[in-house]
């Protein structure tokens, strides 16, 4: 049995201190929200909190809680995001954005007292998130270990500490708040810890006096940027071949969250997971925390298969709450990369949770709808600079292969132009319906008669791929009546619903790799 993992780290308070570990998220933002008057309203309401918190406090809690206060005071931060949301910014992007630049600029400054002020700044900001949505910050179980980045201040004082517990920071600071409140009321306390892989109630033991961390056997220690393995999605192909000997990858697709638990690692990567039905708001849209969980839940679950993460096609058939006022927000207009690309405060907040993500398995990001290169090198260009803004705040993140999904005609017909593009997925659904000029209503109907043409040009786009990994993901990949000719038209990576997996594995057995029945079949 593999020993227990124990992890250096700072000392921020003495004691030694054992139980049920609670993974810390940020607290979920509304799926809806007003105007400039909400945000004042949802201020008035952290400011009362904090009050109430404060009544009883001692001197040095009363000090803290006084300075959040003063800040959410402070008319600067309310006109900041005031002049976003008149930008067009929604006011959850708008009070997220106003505060990560200022938190931004306490992380990179040189004294270690005003990067310790930074979290005093993200209690602010997740406190007035949970006001905007009703859902203030929920406490933690007495006993608990606490583990998460940092810990907000309000979020000490509120607990009851009288059962124990004890707190370990991947990130933290010896000087900062919760560290002084720590050593005050005697709780175990560590930092520095660097990111470790721990699940809600693993066994946890903190040692504020050796400054140590001690997890149960098959602990992980997060790879820092950099240090992380080399990841390529696209060439492992398994132990299924077909009849005559060639190697096929099959993968699965996921939609639902909540399949990600009955995913077999042993068996099966993922080729294709609709993000847009785990971010179905603008709270989620918002919420770097959740979307990271749920991606790493995923990656986790994977082990080391790859996992090919798609980025919200939000849109048509797929509307995002909240957004449902955009202009030109159908099938054929504003979705998928054009609406990414158009808010890019949905984007960006999507690509640091993904950056952050692949550092835990074999990530790939694919792009929705793409039709032209320039928005390919639009989306590298903006995940290079959150990439970049990570690496300032000392985030463990990696850079992923960025992909696409061919499901636009005039793409597929010019796949040689897509040079930056580091894999190609066919989207059957959506190729075949702009291909017979269908409504999504009746694409059922006319996939059949629209076949030969989507494989005569999945053929063609193939050839076009320049040797690149190419696989195919639509619900025609699920289908064992196409699979001689997709087999045919040179694909070798199918990716199909987990229900439609052993269907297909059993066609493929039976066919060689040019779509041609074996013998004796």
């Known amino acids: 049995m593999a020993a227990p993992l124990r992890l250096t780290a700072k000392s921020a308070s003495p004691g030694i201190a054992s139980g049920p570990a609670f993974l810390a998220e940020e607290p979920k933002a509304p799926s809806a929200a007003g105007g400039y008057g909400a945000l004042e309203k949802a201020i008035d309401i952290s400011i009362g909190e904090l009050e109430r918190l404060a009544e009883g406090a001692d001197a040095e809690s009363r000090d803290i809680i006084d300075f959040q206060i003063e800040v959410l005071r402070d008319p600067t931060i309310a006109e900041a995001t005031g002049a976003r949301m008149e930008a067009d910014e929604n006011v959850v992007f708008a009070w997220v954005a106003t505060l990560d630049a200022y938190i931004g600029e306490l992380e990179a400054a040189d004294e270690e007292q005003m990067r310790a002020r930074a979290v005093d700044i993200l209690d602010i900001k997740n406190r007035v998130l949970g006001a905007l949505a009703g859902t203030p910050t929920a406490d933690f179980p007495p006993g608990s270990v606490f583990v998460g980045k940092d810990m907000e201040p309000s979020r000490f004082l509120a607990h009851d500490w009288s059962k124990g517990g004890g707190i370990a920071l991947f990130a933290g600071s010896t000087a900062g708040h919760v560290a002084l409140l720590a050593r005050a009321k005697s709780v175990p306390m560590v930092v520095g810890t660097g990111r470790f892989s721990a699940a809600d109630g693993d066994p946890v033991r903190v040692d504020g006096d050796a400054g140590a961390v001690v997890l149960k056997a098959g602990g992980m220690l997060i790879p820092a940027p950099g240090q992380a393995p080399a990841s390529d999605t696209q ?287």
């Open 235 to 521: 060439t492992e192909s398994g132990e299924l071949h077909t009849a005559d000997g060639v190697p096929i990858q099959l993968s699965i697709n996921i939609n639902d969250p909540a399949e990600i638990d009955a995913l077999d690692p042993a068996t099966a990567g993922v080729g294709l997971m609709r993000s847009e039905f785990s971010v179905t708001s603008l709270a989620d849209a918002a919420n770097e925390e959740r979307q990271l969980a749920i991606y790493r839940r995923v990656l986790e679950q994977a082990g080391d298969r790859p996992v090919i993460i798609r980025m919200l096609d939000i849109g048509g058939d797929k509307p995002l709450a909240g957004l449902e006022a955009l202009p030109a927000l159908s099938a054929s207009g504003l979705r998928g990369i054009r609406l990414l690309l158009a808010r890019p405060e949905i984007a960006r907040v999507q690509a640091r949770a993904l950056l952050r993500a692949a550092v835990f398995g074999r990530l790939s990001v694919m792009l929705p709808m793409v039709t032209f290169p320039d928005e390919i090198d639009r989306m590298r260009e903006l995940f290079r600079e959150e990439a970049e803004k990570l690496g300032h705040r000392a985030l463990p993140h990696r850079m992923p292969p960025i992909g696409m999904m061919v499901e636009v005609p005039a793409a597929a017909l010019m796949l040689d132009t897509f040079g930056s593009a580091a894999f190609f997925s066919f989207g059957t659904n959506d190729l075949t319906q702009y291909l017979a000029a269908s409504a999504r209503d009746d694409i059922d109907a006319d996939a059949g008669k629209a076949a030969p043409a989507v494989l005569r040009l999945i053929a063609q786009a193939v050839k076009l791929s320049a040797g690149k990994p190419v696989s195919i993901c639509g619900d025609m990949a699920g289908n064992p009546h196409f699979l001689p000719g997709l087999l045919a038209a040179g694909l070798r990576h199918f990716s199909v619903a987990p229900g439609r997996r052993p269907a297909i594995r059993s066609a493929i057995i039976g066919l060689n790799a040019d779509g041609t029945r074996a013998a004796g079949e």
